[in-house]
């Protein structure tokens, strides 16, 4: 049988632990930034009353003018590029389908709160220069520091405070052309597995001398396919029926699951299972738990 088996599994475990370790290193860097914001805040706030006199402003609330203007600016922005977006595709699929959906301005307020986006901000302005060619400080650098900072920060309140408020009682959006797409993807994937189950059970019938095992645990296969295609593309009893199935399967399978990783530590409390036989177990169950989890 080793034939035809697909040898992918060193190339997903390798897939798997590159996405996990670039996770790792845009989240340990991403905290950083917010480290060096939270240590040059104390700086900021007493340089407030030096950069007012550097910049001539009348008083310290110019700047808080100057921060609120810019993260109102910075939402008007979002909610039209999401408004033009969202515009530009029900045009698309009124052409395609003829149905006219009404725009969803509550989440479009949420979508402009949600942008929050101050990593990328903080660390272009910090990366700035201190001084000129001639050695000479950088004109407005603090001024600008202080007003990202701001920025950030209000933007941060803004959205803890709004979202929930204009979250609440949202309705879901239609479906976009990216989860068309997707959905698309999986029901064409979805029938790829089961025409490459068809063509491996018709090769184990003539080679293999488990005909009969072999072809039960394809039938369970394609039976879980054929149910993940009925859910994506049924009708609404079908895919209701189906996603039901789906879901209670997925639930069945996580219970299975921790029942084996409670085992497997039990076994190692014991001292019944070596470490590295359970970390290695333990490991592969991790991996089938975080499947079933975003399934």
Request: hydrophobic share 45%; proline share 4%.
């Amino acid at each position: 049988m080793g034939n035809w088996v697909l040898q992918e599994i060193p190339e997903a475990e390798t897939r798997i632990k590159g996405e996990a370790i670039t996770d790792m290193f845009q989240f340990t860097f991403n905290g950083f930034i917010f480290i060096l914001l939270g240590l040059q805040l104390p700086a900021i706030a007493k340089s407030i009353p030096t950069i007012v006199k550097q910049e001539h402003f009348h008083s310290g609330w110019i700047v808080g003018i100057f921060v609120l203007s810019i993260t109102l600016c910075l939402a008007l922005l979002r909610f039209l590029w999401t408004w033009t977006s969202l515009k530009w595709s029900f045009y698309r699929q009124r052409r395609n389908s003829g149905i006219r959906r009404p725009t969803p301005k509550r989440l479009l307020i949420a979508t402009a709160l949600a942008g929050v986006r101050g990593a990328v901000t903080l660390a272009a302005v910090l990366s700035l220069p201190l001084t000129l060619n001639d050695g000479m400080a950088l004109p407005g650098r603090d001024l600008a520091i202080l007003l990202s900072a701001g920025v950030i920060l209000f933007s941060l309140l803004a959205a803890s405070i709004g979202l929930p408020m204009i979250m609440k009682g949202v309705e879901e959006p239609p479906e976009s052309s990216r989860q068309a797409q997707e959905r698309n993807a999986r029901v064409l994937s979805a029938q790829a597995a089961i025409k490459r189950l068809e063509e491996v059970q018709q090769q184990v019938s003539n080679e293999s001398e488990v005909t009969d095992g072999v072809a039960a645990i394809v039938s369970r296969l394609m039976a879980y396919y054929r149910r993940r295609i009925e859910a994506l593309t049924g009708d609404d009893p079908n895919q209701t029926k189906a996603g039901a199935l789906r879901a209670a399967e997925r639930k069945l399978r996580l219970e299975a699951v921790r029942a084996e990783r409670h085992e497997i530590n039990r076994l190692v409390q014991e001292r019944q299972l070596d470490q590295q036989a359970a970390r290695t177990i333990l490991h592969k169950l991790d991996n089938t738990e975080a499947t079933l989890q975003g399934n």
